[in-house]
């Protein structure tokens, strides 16, 4: 009987944080990752802004229409085209690294713990260390660890990517911060992500929906 009530829990757990997911890439789904421009028209395959294809199926390669959940080629779902995407790839390009899969990353950032436990702490492998918290999206660790880096080591020449990975951070941080609608915490962080780099477009049209210009 016990056995049955915490068999039902479980289901009922798995199920919801599905849902979860699903409305983080829902709403993931008519923004432009390229420049982070909301595009109104699901009907399209582009962006109209930028021209970036927006829902390509990863697995077949059929270019689908925005509002498409599922491969209208060979039915795999989209939401994880979306996502694999908007983390992985553009940020690899942004940060001008090479391909790498998660497993690989997660060891290279445990040898990275070792090392400084066995050699101290360098810039080198902070800045590294920043890089794969960045590629891996966790935007939290990495804006703070990034943060810290320029505080503990201001005349470092890695801070020049310390920045990039910062600004992409908070642009993404600033971007969950949206979707949830706490507008005034997204702002918060795209001003910051703007302090860092004025020119940042993407975080400037994210600003904008997030009316942190008016
Ligand atoms: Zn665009
Ligand atoms: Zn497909």
Not at 125 to 142: I, K, N, P
Request: proline share 3%.
């Amino acid at each position: 009987m016990k056995k049955n009530v915490f068999g039902i829990l479980a289901i009922v757990v798995v199920l919801f944080s599905f849902s979860l997911v699903c409305d983080v890439v829902w709403a993931l789904k008519n923004v432009c990752p390229e420049c982070c421009k909301m595009v109104k028209d699901q009907d399209l395959t582009q962006c109209p802004f930028c021209g970036k294809v927006m829902n390509k199926c990863l697995i077949c390669g059929q270019i689908n229409p925005i509002k498409n959940d599922h491969c209208a080629s060979c039915s795999a779902s989209l939401a994880e085209s979306r996502v694999s995407r908007t983390i992985s790839r553009d940020i690899r390009e942004e940060l001008k690294l090479g391909e790498s899969d998660r497993s690989k990353i997660e060891v290279e950032l445990q040898q990275i713990e070792q090392k400084v436990l066995e050699t101290g702490i360098t810039p080198e492998l902070v800045a590294r260390q920043v890089e794969l918290l960045t590629l891996m999206g966790w935007w939290s660790l990495a804006n703070t660890t990034a943060n810290t880096f320029s505080q503990q080591f201001p005349k470092a020449e890695q801070n020049a990517r310390m920045s990039i990975c910062r600004v992409i951070a908070l642009r993404n941080l600033g971007f969950l911060a949206l979707q949830e609608n706490h507008n005034e915490i997204a702002i918060g962080y795209l001003k910051t992500a703007l302090s860092i780099d004025p020119k940042d477009s993407k975080a400037q049209n994210l600003l904008e929906m997030a009316g942190g210009t008016k």
